[in-house]
């Protein structure tokens, strides 16, 4: 099957100015994350912001044509929901928007609903929900247009330890007993996380760099490789950093600061500042792949 999401040189522009400015991926999951993307990223998968340079693609073909054609249907995060609403009505007008026939659409948002665990609450006004509920209201309607592929804003931002869990378990069930594939945008997800365990690869994103790439157990263990942004002579820090002991992969570009990737290996988080202030550069940023997952 294409690839749920693929870009190349993509840059989206945020009130005039580039949020993301080329970004080169491919992801090759059926479930699979998006970790630390700036948020104009998923806004420009879903078809919901226009791209200024280069290309972005999901399952093969331009955002809004995946979308227009139900291929591809996206659950962004906190939209505005009608507070006379019901759960039922706002899912049921999704699955009308997608084409479905009256009857039809009800029991698909029926069934989306069930999925989510809110059959019990869908007579109940949106005004009132909890924040679980909108949520869950907004992946039904998502589930209710019958797409293939599931483009979900990150589900647990905001909610305490308490709430996430058990929504991500939910969100984790409602995925996987539909037939389709999903990509699912974050900051950053606890690898015990329900959605974390279901996944079968993750992109861990610096920017318009690709940190890491694989499964989020093995990324999850790379806490002795750093993303680094690095002002000044970053060549002489990357030389640096080699005849210490370790590895730097310099990203390609001239625009600082400068993405660069450190695998320790003899040195330690503190001889890369170290290094720093004797090539004349300056680390603005140092962060573990690991703590994608923290």
């Known amino acids: 099957m294409p690839m749920i999401l693929a870009a190349s040189g993509l840059r989206v522009d945020v009130a005039g100015s580039p949020a993301i400015d080329g ?10 994350l998006l970790l630390g993307a700036a948020r104009a990223l998923f806004e420009a998968a879903a ?13 093969g073909i331009a955002p809004l044509a995946a979308v227009r054609a139900g291929i591809a249907a996206s659950a962004p995060l906190d939209p505005p929901l009608p ?17 479905n026939t009256r009857a039809a ?38 589930l209710a247009t019958g797409a293939r592929t599931l483009l979900i804003e990150d589900p647990l931002s905001g909610m305490t330890p308490d709430t996430a869990r058990p929504f991500a378990r939910v969100v984790a069930r409602a995925l996987g007993q539909s037939d389709c594939r999903a990509a699912v945008f974050a900051g950053r997800m606890p690898l015990e996380s329900p959605l974390a365990l279901a ?23 790379r806490d002795r490789t ?16 080699e005849a210490g002991g370790g590895h730097a992969q310099v990203s390609a570009g001239t625009s600082l600061p400068v993405h660069v990737r450190v695998e320790l290996g003899l040195l330690a988080a503190r001889d890369l500042l170290r290094i720093a202030a004797e090539t004349r550069a300056v680390v603005v940023e140092l962060r573990p792949l690991a703590s994608a997952f923290a």
């Open 23 to 32: 970004l080169t991926l491919a992801t090759t999951g059926g479930r699979v």
């Open 47 to 59: 078809g919901l912001r226009a791209v200024r340079r280069g290309e972005i693609r999901v399952e």
């Open 83 to 99: 507070p006379g609403w019901t759960a039922l009505q706002y899912v049921t007008w999704s699955a009308r928007l997608a084409g």
């Open 105 to 142: 659409a009800r029991a698909m948002a029926a069934e989306a609903l069930h999925r989510v665990q809110l059959g019990p609450v869908a007579a109940a006004k949106l005004g009132g929900a909890t924040l679980a509920s909108r949520r869950g209201t907004v992946l039904a309607a998502a």
């Open 199 to 221: 996944a079968d690869e993750a992109l861990v994103l610096d920017g318009a760099q690709v940190s890491a790439q694989g499964a989020p157990a093995e990324i999850a263990t």
């Open 226 to 241: 750093l993303a680094l942004r690095v002002h000044g002579d970053v060549e002489a820090f990357a030389r640096g950093v």
